[in-house]
T-cell receptor
Framework: ENALTQSPGTLSVSPGERATLSCRASQSVSSSYLAWYQQKPGQAPRLLIYGASSRATGIPDRFSGSGSGTDFTLTISRLEAEDSAVYYC?????????FGQGTKVEIK | EVQLVQSGAEVKKSGESLKISCKTSGYSFSNYWIGWVRQMPGKGLEWMGIIHPGDSDTRSSPSFQGQVTISADKSISTAYLQWSSLKASDTAIYFCARTTSGSYHTAFDMWGQGTLVSV
């Protein structure tokens, strides 16, 4: 199983600042089959990024993904209050697919 | 419009059986994988397994293999997750989700609203 470790556990950022979230895999992720999701309390997750760096439909360009192999990053530039949520990475390159444990982004 | 609508909350006793559903509309059900994701109270997301309704090809996480059954009925565009004997540790919200394309190696772009199962 390809385990994903996200850091930090919690990130506190001021509005307008940049948030950088990390996702590290225990094995190389095939073909950059890595996604990022946002989940707000009481809601289903929402797809933000797939293929490590492609934004999903309707996702603002302040969200960007990068990385390959075992190290991936989600960057939220110009943080807004509505970005307060838990963010999960997921690999879908090798079965079983796996999720990271999540990073909680708080607005200062 | 693509929609995944899950069945309502359930309260069950240990040892009872349960089958929850995920009714889809707005796209060709047979052509996309549907997966199930568990979220225990206050915890993160766990991938349980996935099914391709077109040929019933099913892949499961070893963590859930033998504990749940994933199935689909093409005639009514609905996927299912079922237990034969529930445990207290099955208490969680269960989400169904659709892949972005018919390929196995794609992310989940559409999600159901979740079904709360309390045991």
């Amino acid at each position: 199983e390809n385990a994903l470790t996200q850091s930090p556990g919690t990130l506190s950022v001021s509005p307008g600042e940049r948030a950088t979230l990390s996702c590290r895999a225990s094995q190389s992720v095939s073909s950059s089959y890595l996604a990022w999701y946002q989940q707000k309390p009481g809601q289903a997750p929402r797809l933000l990024i797939y293929g490590a760096s492609s934004r999903a439909t309707g996702i603002p360009d302040r969200f960007s993904g990068s990385g390959s192999g075992t190290d991936f990053t989600l960057t939220i530039s110009r943080l807004e209050a509505e970005d307060s949520a838990v963010y999960y990475c997921q690999q879908y390159g090798s079965s079983p697919w796996t999720f990271g444990q999540g990073t909680k982004v708080e607005i200062k | 419009e693509v929609q995944l609508v899950q069945s309502g909350a359930e309260v069950k006793k240990s040892g009872e059986s349960l089958k929850i559903s995920c009714k889809t509309s707005g796209y060709s059900f047979s052509n996309y994988w549907i997966g199930w994701v568990r979220q225990m109270p206050g915890k993160g997301l766990e991938w349980m397994g996935i099914i391709h309704p077109g040929d019933s090809d099913t892949r499961s996480s070893p963590s859930f293999q033998g504990q749940v059954t994933i199935s689909a009925d093409k005639s009514i565009s609905t996927a299912y997750l079922q237990w034969s004997s529930l445990k207290a540790s099955d208490t969680a919200i269960y989400f169904c989700a659709r892949t972005t394309s018919g390929s196995y190696h794609t992310a989940f772009d559409m999600w159901g609203q979740g079904t709360l199962v309390s045991v």
